[in-house]
């Protein structure tokens, strides 16, 4: 799928963004992150695959506008920032709900739900194990956790985790490597990008184990500018007609999506 980017004019004139203005500018602007989240969204601009890319350009062509993609932001807290400035429309890039978020952005209604969940480099984790058991540990968390800057797990970890030690990483393959070389204890995402993890390179459980939390869900939506309430509306109903309104689990989208690739 390719799309247009951004042009000066939008990047520096804030949107209004309600579906009357999206329609009269003849553009659905969409930020999304400049890194690939898979099955979610990834490739280049020219060549954008996923279930987010698909999402877009199927709610600008049900719009009858263009897509434009806007993906200058390194993170997803920074993509949330483009439609807060006015210099984007939605925000489609598996955006977590969270109520920090909430405060400054409105939420579509989901169209995933994902538990949390760990990696946790063995011997580090026997260590701070004590002999105590592991679900003690996990619940009772202590050690050094890694998550992704700008990401919502940043902030899970902090509400979640009072008593860790957070460390933040640019990115999730950094993050890996900590795990892996035992510079972090573990590292806190969701389910679905762990059971990707293992999928992909099966020999890190050598190393490393991982813990789903069940009770702690992800809730995965489409971000839209706060005041845009047809928008909002439009989206929703969008959702419900193309049959998304049913939230998918990290196993039916492995199933569907990573077990192809």
Same mark, same amino acid.
């Given at each position: 799928?390719?799309?247009? @980017? /951004?042009?000066?004019?939008?990047?520096?004139? /804030?949107?209004?963004g309600?579906?009357?203005? =999206?329609?009269?500018?003849k553009?659905?602007?969409?930020?999304?992150?400049?890194?690939?989240?898979?099955?979610?969204?990834?490739g280049?601009?020219?060549?954008?695959?996923?279930?987010?890319?698909?999402?877009? @350009?199927?709610?600008?062509?049900?719009?009858?506008?263009?897509?434009?993609l806007?993906?200058?932001?390194?993170?997803?807290?920074?993509?949330?920032? %483009? =439609?807060?400035q006015?210099?984007?429309?939605?925000?489609?890039?598996?955006?977590?709900?969270? %109520?920090?978020?909430a405060?400054?952005?409105?939420?579509?209604?989901?169209y995933?739900?994902?538990?949390?969940a760990l990696i946790i480099?063995?011997?580090?984790f026997?260590?701070?194990?004590?002999g105590?058991?592991?679900?003690?540990?996990?619940?009772?968390?202590?050690?050094?956790?890694?998550v992704?800057?700008g990401?919502?797990?940043?902030?899970?970890?902090?509400?979640?985790?009072?008593?860790?030690?957070?460390r933040?990483?640019?990115?999730? @393959?950094?993050?890996? $490597?900590a795990?892996?070389?035992?510079?972090?204890?573990?590292?806190?995402?969701?389910?679905?990008? =762990?059971?990707?993890?293992?999928?992909e390179?099966?020999?890190l459980?050598?190393?490393?184990?991982?813990?789903?939390?069940?009770?702690?869900?992800?809730?995965? $939506? =489409?971000g839209?500018?706060?005041?845009? /309430?047809?928008?909002?509306?439009?989206?929703?109903?969008?959702?419900?007609?193309?049959?998304?309104?049913? /939230?998918?689990?990290?196993?039916? %989208?492995?199933?569907?999506?990573?077990?192809? $690739?």
């Amino acid at each position: 799928m390719a799309a247009t @980017q /951004p042009d000066e004019s939008l990047a520096t004139t /804030p949107l209004v963004g309600d579906v009357e203005e =999206i329609l009269a500018r003849k553009s659905l602007v969409v930020a999304m992150p400049g890194f690939a989240s898979p099955p979610f969204f990834g490739g280049s601009s020219d060549t954008l695959q996923g279930i987010d890319a698909d999402t877009s @350009q199927q709610l600008a062509d049900a719009l009858g506008v263009k897509l434009v993609l806007d993906r200058s932001s390194p993170t997803f807290d920074g993509a949330v920032a %483009l =439609i807060e400035q006015g210099r984007a429309d939605i925000v489609v890039a598996k955006l977590s709900r969270t %109520l920090s978020r909430a405060r400054n952005i409105s939420y579509s209604r989901p169209y995933a739900q994902l538990s949390h969940a760990l990696i946790i480099n063995r011997v580090r984790f026997a260590i701070l194990a004590n002999g105590r058991q592991p679900e003690e540990v996990v619940r009772a968390f202590d050690g050094e956790l890694g998550v992704i800057a700008g990401s919502s797990f940043e902030y899970y970890a902090r509400n979640n985790f009072t008593k860790a030690k957070v460390r933040t990483f640019l990115t999730w @393959q950094e993050l890996v $490597a900590a795990v892996r070389e035992g510079h972090v204890d573990a590292a806190y995402r969701d389910d679905l990008e =762990i059971k990707r993890l293992l999928h992909e390179d099966p020999s890190l459980t050598i190393v490393a184990r991982s813990v789903t939390l069940t009770d702690l869900t992800d809730t995965i $939506a =489409i971000g839209v500018r706060r005041g845009s /309430p047809h928008l909002l509306e439009f989206v929703n109903l969008f959702l419900e007609l193309s049959g998304r309104d049913k /939230p998918m689990t990290a196993d039916e %989208l492995v199933n569907r999506y990573l077990r192809k $690739a």
